[in-house]
């Protein structure tokens, strides 16, 4: 049964690098099964998608943050990361790990978020 | 920048049933499967229903999900205090090349 866990500092300065991780138990981030996604939510708003990324390195980013944003694996601490750079007030938010399943049958396609990690709140704040 | 459009909220009396919508476009819920996701005060967002209409392991049979079109929804029937949630629509977009979510909308139990 697959768990995520975030990890990464609570506090970040603006204009600095908003560094977290992802821990992966009960399967391997090197597997050909799943996609690793990060999700994140400010405070009393919705969910808003950040990126997303598949074992070979493949990643999709949301548009609106692609510039600053990047999201790596590391097969050997069976984690993935995001980094994201120049932050600012608006970056403020619970951020959340999560592995996208995405499937096609009889050309219908899906994709869907489950699990998710219990999420952490990065303020962004000097 | 949610371009799945859902009300802010509903609310209804218990034992009672609520349906919530989901509008988009061709590019998501026109081409791709909805997904509908449940969080509860100071949670993390829990899958309800996958594939349009498929009901993610250990989720009582009281939610079920549908779609048409560019539209979709989520019922829940039997509405207890314990279903007071906010409650998000998702689906791949193939224009974004990305995954989008619903506004979010709140249900209320009376």
């Known amino acids: 049964q697959l768990q995520l866990q975030e990890s990464g500092p609570g506090l970040v300065k603006p204009s600095e690098t908003l560094p977290l991780n992802c821990t992966v138990s009960?399967?391997?981030?090197?597997?050909?099964?799943?996609?690793w996604g990060w999700i994140r939510q400010p405070p009393g708003k919705g969910l808003e998608w950040i990126g997303t990324?598949?074992?070979?390195?493949?990643?999709y980013y949301n548009p609106s943050l692609k510039s600053r944003l990047t999201i790596s694996v590391d097969s050997s601490k069976n984690q993935f990361a995001l980094k994201l750079s120049s932050v600012t007030a608006a970056d403020t938010a619970v951020y959340y790990c999560?592995?996208?399943?995405?499937?096609?049958?009889?050309?219908?396609?899906?994709?869907?978020?489950?699990?998710w990690g219990q999420g952490t709140l990065v303020t962004v704040s000097s | 920048q949610s371009v799945l459009a859902q009300p802010p909220s509903v609310s209804e009396a218990p034992r009672q049933r609520v349906t919530i919508s989901c509008s988009g476009s061709?590019?998501?819920?026109?081409?791709?499967?909805v997904n509908w996701y449940q969080q509860l005060p100071e949670k993390a967002p829990k899958l309800l229903i996958y594939?349009?209409?498929l009901l993610s392991s250990g989720v009582s049979d009281r939610f079920s999900g549908s779609k048409s079109g560019t539209s979709a929804s989520l019922a829940i029937s039997g509405l207890q205090s314990e279903d007071e949630a906010d409650y998000y629509c998702?689906?791949?977009?193939?224009?974004?090349?990305?995954?989008?979510f619903g506004t979010g909308t709140k249900v209320t139990v009376l």
């Open positions: 998702a689906a791949w977009d193939d224009s974004l090349n990305g995954y989008v």
């Open positions: 999560a592995t996208l399943h995405r499937t096609a049958v009889g050309g219908k396609v899906g994709s869907w978020f489950d699990p």
């Open positions: 990324i598949y074992y070979n390195g493949n990643t």
């Open positions: 594939y349009d209409d």
């Open positions: 061709s590019s998501n819920i026109g081409n791709n499967a």
């Open positions: 009960g399967g391997s981030v090197s597997s050909s099964s799943y996609y």
